[in-house]
């Protein structure tokens, strides 16, 4: 029994949310469908800013009053308790109004029967109240949410099947799920590209719990989550995971209705059991309560009421008071943190294809990951993992190169997206020019048909994108200043380029592989000529390497690593 609905969260690609949300605007009509509002408070440092403002005060000192090193100072400040007596009336009263991260709303009769509507830049309409009175009114939101990890396995599937003929069934989960090569991976954390089991943390839970199976993969995508770390609860879990028979319950409650989690809270649903069972509340006061900790409350004096409500229930029952205060330190601890069951084990099911993909298609599916963005790590570790399977990582050319990252065989060209500075125009014109007139043929041809200004050549070239002619970088570059001189020169017409060709004694211009490696950092953001070890003023590598740092425990030891 509950009396609020439940939240409906529905994830899509990233690159799928706008289609699905026009989808449906377009099936409900804008009349019946429009987005959720929500309203922002003032908080904490911002009303002090707010009333700063009104004041008239400069802003050197404004920042003084909310600056933690000054706090002793700012007590003694008139102005300051005049700031604070204002402050203690306009806290948590409304600031400004503005959209919901995804909520959506679909009404049987239009929704001008209920509130106005607003039409904000975005274009959809948009209701001027908030999740909590549109629940009061009795609708269900559905959140349409957007995530890169469905990305970076739709697009693997796509590549996978273009590069190799193979049609991948993604959906075929409970097979990948008793695969022992997948299970290993995840077992020894050997998931970097993986959705939401790739962060070091995430890594070496699993490595810590031995995890080879789905149920664990379910409870460990909750328990990464802060509230459970910070409680003290995950080493409890670990160390019970690994003797089950040997769990201290805290209560014989909490072993009746935790067995299954060993006597930790891992999910939402377990907070709720434990109100219920533990302090005799009932269901709907129960998840009013876990939802208040995560700052999903309407009234305070309600929540605090609730609160209140499970310790006097507790002390009813005749639960020890120690254990109480126990038992409420981890569920207030855990509660606004923790994933509800479906939740994580909607995560590990998604967790399970990309390691799928990760695992039998390593190549497609680093380049997916590199497409897609959104990974835990700088994209210059997942260009280094995509070396490790085995592929050849091609700096761009504009006679190879597309938008995004692309691979043929185990040749993958980096994407002209990714070089900085390179206008997006020239982004998508540059392969519909090789697609529909052939390759270029040197430096003047690409000129001539694309009528790039100076400085975007001067952009390709340093990044190696002209390397097809075979001149080194900086003949390149004297010859383009010697065809298009200081004058950017935007035209298609080839009648301006018929220069005719000037023969110039050039000295030898040899580029070196470090200067190299400066440009890629500079336009890519990562070396691809040599590796950031290599950069290094030194040949010290580290004592030991991270595969035997296991071997090391207790010990201090010297590495050398980039994160």
């Not at 020169?489 to 580029?511: S, Y």
């Amino acid at each position: 029994q509950r009396s609020s609905p439940p939240d409906f969260d529905l994830d899509f690609s990233w690159d799928e949310r706008e289609d699905i949300q026009n989808y449906i605007f377009n099936r409900y009509g804008k009349s019946h469908t429009a987005l959720l509002g929500t309203m922002s408070t003032f908080k904490d440092r911002s009303v002090i800013r707010e009333i700063g403002k009104v004041l008239g005060l400069p802003k050197a000192e404004i920042d003084g009053y909310i600056d933690p090193a000054k706090a002793r100072e700012n007590k003694e400040s008139d102005t300051f308790k005049k700031i604070l007596r204002i402050y203690e009336m306009m806290q948590d009263m409304p600031n400004q109004r503005s959209i919901h991260a995804g909520g959506i709303l679909i009404s049987e009769e239009p929704l001008t029967y209920y509130t106005a509507l607003d039409l904000p830049p975005k274009g959809l309409p948009t209701v001027q109240w908030d999740m909590y009175e549109a629940e009061s009114i009795g609708y269900d939101k559905y959140d349409i949410l957007s995530q890169r990890g469905i990305g970076h396995i739709k697009e693997a599937v796509k590549l996978v099947e273009e590069n190799k003929a193979i049609k991948i069934d993604i959906h075929d989960v409970r097979t990948f799920m008793k695969d022992e090569n997948l299970n290993n991976k995840l077992k020894t954390g050997n998931t970097i590209g993986c959705f939401y089991i790739e962060s070091p943390a995430m890594r070496q839970l699993l490595s810590k719990l031995g995890c080879d199976n789905y149920l664990t993969l379910v409870a460990a995508s909750s328990i990464i989550r802060p509230g459970v770390a910070q409680s003290g609860m995950m080493k409890t879990y670990i160390r019970n995971y690994h003797a089950p028979t040997e769990v201290d319950y805290l209560h014989p409650v909490m072993k009746e209705q935790l067995q299954e989690t060993l006597g930790v809270m891992v999910y939402q649903e377990d907070v709720i059991k434990i109100c219920i069972h533990y302090a005799g509340m009932n269901g709907d006061d129960a998840d009013i309560l876990r939802r208040g900790m995560s700052g999903k409350y309407r009234s305070r004096i309600e929540f605090d009421r609730l609160v209140d409500k499970f310790h006097e229930g507790a002390q009813a029952l005749g639960r020890p008071e120690a254990i109480t205060r126990e038992v409420w330190r981890q569920v207030s601890s855990f509660a606004g943190y923790s994933f509800s069951k479906a939740h994580s084990a909607s995560f590990a099911v998604e967790s399970y294809q990309s390691l799928y993909l990760k695992t039998y298609h390593p190549m497609e599916f680093m380049v997916a990951v590199l497409n897609n963005y959104g990974g835990f790590y700088n994209r210059t570790l997942y260009v280094q993992e995509l070396k490790n399977t085995g592929a050849t990582v091609h700096l761009p050319c504009v006679n190879k190169s597309v938008g995004t990252v692309s691979i043929t065989g185990d040749q993958v060209w980096l994407g002209l997206v990714g070089i900085h500075g390179l206008e997006g125009k020239f982004i998508q014109s540059i392969p519909e020019e090789v697609k529909h007139g052939g390759e270029f043929s040197d430096l003047e041809d690409f000129v001539k048909r694309m009528g790039m200004g100076l400085e975007q050549l001067v952009v390709l070239i340093r990044v190696g994108a002209m390397r097809f002619t075979g001149k080194s970088k900086k003949a390149l570059l004297w010859e383009v200043h010697l065809l298009l001189g200081t004058h950017v020169k935007r035209t298609n017409d080839a009648e301006l380029f018929q220069l005719g060709r000037k023969q110039h004694a050039l000295p030898e211009l040899v580029n070196t592989q470090l200067e190299d490696a400066y440009h890629e950092l500079e336009l890519l953001g990562f070396p691809v000529s040599m590796s950031m070890f290599d950069l290094l003023k030194t040949n010290y590598k580290g004592d030991l390497l991270a595969a035997n740092l296991t071997q090391h425990i207790g010990q201090t030891v010297k590495m050398v690593g980039q994160y």
